[in-house]
């Protein structure tokens, strides 16, 4: 079964700074790869997905991640971070082999300080 | 209004009691899926459905029950309850499994 690492637990910065959200994946067939955000006591939302086509995917508020299949990366980055961007981050997975689950990853705490 | 609502949003029960989560959702959307949180594991997987009368298991099924008579209604049963499920609980629903959108979540704690 696929499976995803993220590699940081808590990536603490301070407004205005890059940020990078570190994520592996595992999977012996191809993939399809997703960024969630979960804001404190909501539910999660998806931030932006890789289905296929560009390796590069944006997100409506500045985040973007790319699909590395050499290195099974799907790393998050914004070039500059506001207050509003803290909450938890989950990398997910989905193989293609047509399974219905989808696999997160531990979350990832962005703090963004003032 | 639209959407998908959990309740309880809030639920302590005791060890060895039955307790029901409801999840409802107004999209007609034929996948709905049970999730739990918990601290380094990010959310697994418990039970999804396809459509209505059609589930399966998922990663975590063990000690829950799941039915869909209705495409709008995906309750969670824990038969039994124990400590090790104290979690939160997420219910999503979807067009697919490729993009699920989540309800606001419900903390059980069981004593």
């Known amino acids: 079964a696929q499976s995803v690492t993220q590699l940081d637990s808590q990536v603490p910065v301070f407004e205005e700074a890059p940020v990078e959200l570190r994520c592996n994946y595992s999977s012996s067939v191809s993939v399809y790869l997703f960024w969630y955000v979960q804001y404190p006591n909501q539910g999660l939302q998806l931030l932006l997905k890789?289905?296929?086509?560009?390796?590069l995917v944006e997100s409506i508020n500045g985040f973007e991640a790319e699909f590395n299949k050499s290195q099974t990366s799907f790393h998050l980055r914004k070039p500059s971070v506001h207050i509003s961007d803290t909450a938890e981050y989950f990398c997910a997975v989905s193989d293609q082999g047509g399974h219905n689950d989808m696999r997160f990853g531990a979350g990832t705490r962005l703090t963004v300080k003032p | 209004d639209a959407g998908i609502t959990q309740s309880p949003r809030y639920k302590i029960t005791e060890t060895g009691r039955q307790v029901t989560l409801m999840c409802h959702q107004t999209?007609?959307?034929?996948?709905m899926f049970w999730y739990r949180q918990d601290l380094g594991h990010g959310l697994r997987l418990i039970y999804y459905?396809?459509?209505?009368?059609?589930?399966d298991k998922g990663e975590v099924p063990d000690g829950y029950v799941v039915s869909r008579s209705k495409t709008e209604n995906f309750p969670l049963t824990l038969e039994s309850a124990t400590r090790s499920q104290t979690s939160v609980y997420f219910c999503?629903?979807?067009?697919?499994?490729?993009?699920?959108?989540f309800g606001p979540g419900t903390r059980l704690t069981v004593t």
């Open positions: 890789y289905l296929s086509g560009s390796t």
């Open positions: 459905s396809a459509a209505a009368d059609i589930t």
């Open positions: 999503a629903s979807g067009t697919s499994v490729l993009e699920q959108y």
């Open positions: 999209w007609s959307h034929s996948y």
